[in-house]
């Protein structure tokens, strides 16, 4: 969940590799530090706690000259945050400096065998052990850095995203990796490293993502060269990024979650655009018609997802089963892979994540292959793990998502699975044509409908300093606003610290309710669908105990207006749309209260935007 950057060229890396850390800064933010090979062929490495403004203030007084570096910002695995344990990690003799994503699982038994050799070591990290090993083999086995890194790798146990650079070497970066994401960005007579392409875009949009246990050689003025760890050279696909400069900006907002809050209506668009027809007689999902044969003969689908994912995963259940009449079941990937699941080779996997980088959910997708099921991937970043690994797919377009609570990726997948199962039914006839073209049509509406909510934006702000300072919060859902609930209680917990659970409304009576008092704020999902009057008497029962009850409700729902403490309207929809609308004003609940309790909303305390550990 780190960040890696690393440049090589004719200009200075210092500012390349600060503008990227800032970029990649969703990935981790415990500390930050740069490793720069400078005119002299020294290395100079340069690290500090807390954020990469820190880092920019301790370098103000530093010597950062040099055409050639790397950098790197953390989120703490082995060890907690500190200058010390910051990357990048110096090799025993300080010649070798080494950056690092992932974790090193038999670090414990390397580093042993390295003690005894007469290594000692600085921090409490895994990656400090992978850098002294690198300059072990290098010294006793007299091979090159290339070579050392070669057969480094070779001893270790884990996932790795790694960049290293050599005192006396300024023309030089090696780079590798296995289950951690790794890009090499082409540009004019300069080469870029990153993480994930936002801190490339802005010098080149052409890019090779290495493949696990690859390693790069970016030389300086020469072509690149991948090999495989057991040195064959690979051929490497150069990739063209669709991405813009723009996207990477707040664009006036306070925060970019707030940004990605408003860019709903328009990523929505861009995730329907080409898919759904102008006549809206129609959705072509080209990973599904490819595969048709595949669909109609499933036996069921499995869907796998972490975090706000599992959630739209869940949405997906109910539209798969409603609409396509094929059992669905919807698992964590990081228990599906270590339950010995029972997969078919006639099941569908559907595997759902944001960055593609996952690492539960890859492993996951690698168990359900081998065991001979068709693997397909809902993803938002091109190029990414989930993507090359799965048999087909489909992206959600919606642009960089930079904070770290997810918001449009969360409606993006929940829309792409809605055309999923409209597509599937379709062929399988499970869904009559009446009902297909009806909603197909308020598909194309949503997008107005949630500019309509994001008018409420104000009067949401105002109502969430009511509760700023509640200590719980319980959100109810039944049927399809179930994950809802979950997702704007996940929301709420992520940015503001606040404890809340979202529950299925029915089970309330079965354990919650007794947390219910004057002093326990219970946001319920009522919109005019589905178990409408169970909602009711749901509120009625937490009003007869004094709780107070926040209600999502349709526009001109004059009986949750006369029971509820306050209430949000949303415009109307077909009940399996309801989604889409009503989690968009627990998105700004959740972003309200946590700014008013003065939280970096962006970059919450001990989470990063993308898992690529376990």
Same mark, same amino acid.
């Given at each position: ?57 301790? *370098? ?85 850095? *290339? ?158 997802? *972490? ?16 609409? #396509? ?53 809902? #993803? ?42 409209? *597509? ?191």
């Amino acid at each position: 969940m780190c960040g890696i950057v690393g440049y090589i060229g004719t200009n200075e890396a210092y500012p390349v590799l600060i503008k990227g850390l800032h970029r990649l800064e969703y990935r981790g933010y415990d500390s930050a530090g740069v490793a720069i090979v400078g005119p002299d062929a020294g290395l100079n490495v340069f690290k500090a706690k807390g954020r990469v403004a820190d880092l920019e203030a301790f *370098c103000k007084s530093k010597n950062i000259s040099g055409t050639i570096g790397i950098a790197h910002t953390r989120w703490a695995t082995h060890g907690e945050p500190s200058n010390i344990n910051a990357h990048p990690h110096y090799s025993q003799s300080e010649t070798l400096a080494l950056i690092h994503n992932g974790i090193i699982e038999n670090y414990a038994v390397l580093k042993k065998e390295l003690a005894l050799n007469g290594y000692t070591f600085q921090s409490s990290t895994d990656t400090e052990v992978l850098v002294q090993l690198i300059e072990y083999i290098k010294v006793s086995n007299k091979v090159d850095i *290339c070579t050392a890194v070669q057969l480094a790798l070779e001893q270790v146990v884990g996932a790795y995203a790694i960049a290293v650079i050599e005192k006396g070497n300024p023309d030089l970066i090696i780079a590798a990796r296995k289950s951690s994401p790794l890009v090499v960005g082409i540009g004019d007579d300069a080469f870029f490293l990153a993480s994930d392409a936002t801190p490339i875009i802005e010098y080149t949009n052409q890019v090779v993502y290495l493949e696990d246990e690859e390693i790069a050689i970016i030389r300086r003025n020469k072509p690149l060269k991948v090999v495989s760890i057991g040195n064959v050279e690979k051929t490497h696909e150069i990739i063209r990024l669709e991405m813009n400069l723009s996207q990477l900006e707040k664009g006036g907002y306070p925060h970019f979650m707030l940004k990605e809050i408003f860019e709903q209506p328009r990523t929505l668009r861009d995730c329907m655009r080409g898919r759904i027809n102008v006549e809206l007689t129609n959705v072509v999902l080209s990973g599904i018609i490819d595969n048709k044969e595949k669909f109609l003969n499933a036996r069921r689908i499995l869907i796998l997802a *972490c975090g706000t994912s599992w959630h739209a995963g869940l949405i997906g259940e109910y539209l798969l089963e409603e609409f #396509c009449r094929i059992p669905v079941e919807v698992e964590y990937s990081s228990e599906f892979r270590y339950r010995n699941p029972i997969i078919y080779p006639d099941d569908i996997v559907i595997a759902i994540s944001q960055s593609g980088e996952t690492a539960d959910t890859l492993a996951a997708i690698e168990l359900a292959k081998e065991a001979g099921a068709f693997v397909y991937g809902i #993803c938002n970043v091109v190029g990414s793990s989930i993507p090359r690994n799965t048999h087909s797919g489909s992206y959600t377009h919606v642009g960089p998502e930079i904070g770290v609570a997810s918001t449009k990726a969360f409606t993006a997948q929940a829309l792409v699975l809605t055309l999923m199962a409209l *597509c599937i039914g379709r062929e399988k006839k499970t869904i009559s044509e009446e009902r297909f073209l009806k909603l197909l049509s308020e598909i194309n509406n949503i997008p107005d409908k949630i500019e309509l909510i994001l008018q409420s934006n104000d009067s949401i702000k105002t109502l969430s300093n009511i509760f700023t300072y509640a200590h719980n919060f319980i959100y109810l859902g039944r049927g399809y606003s179930y994950p809802v609930a979950m997702e704007g209680a996940l929301k709420l917990k992520e940015i503001s610290y606040i404890h809340a659970e979202g529950y299925p409304a029915a089970e309330m009576k079965h354990g919650p309710i007794a947390l219910i008092d004057n002093e326990m704020p219970v946001v319920v999902i009522a919109t005019n669908n589905g178990a409408y009057d169970k909602m009711i008497s749901n509120i009625q029962e937490i009003k007869a105990r004094n709780g107070r009850v926040v209600a999502i409700a349709n526009k001109d729902d004059t009986m949750v207006k006369a029971i509820a403490d306050y209430v949000i309207e949303i415009p109307e929809t077909e009940e399996c749309l309801d989604p889409l609308l009503s989690t968009i004003p627990l998105q700004l609940l959740s972003y309200h209260i946590a700014v008013n309790k003065q939280r970096d909303v962006d970059m919450p305390r001990n989470l990063a935007k993308s898992v690529t550990v376990e």
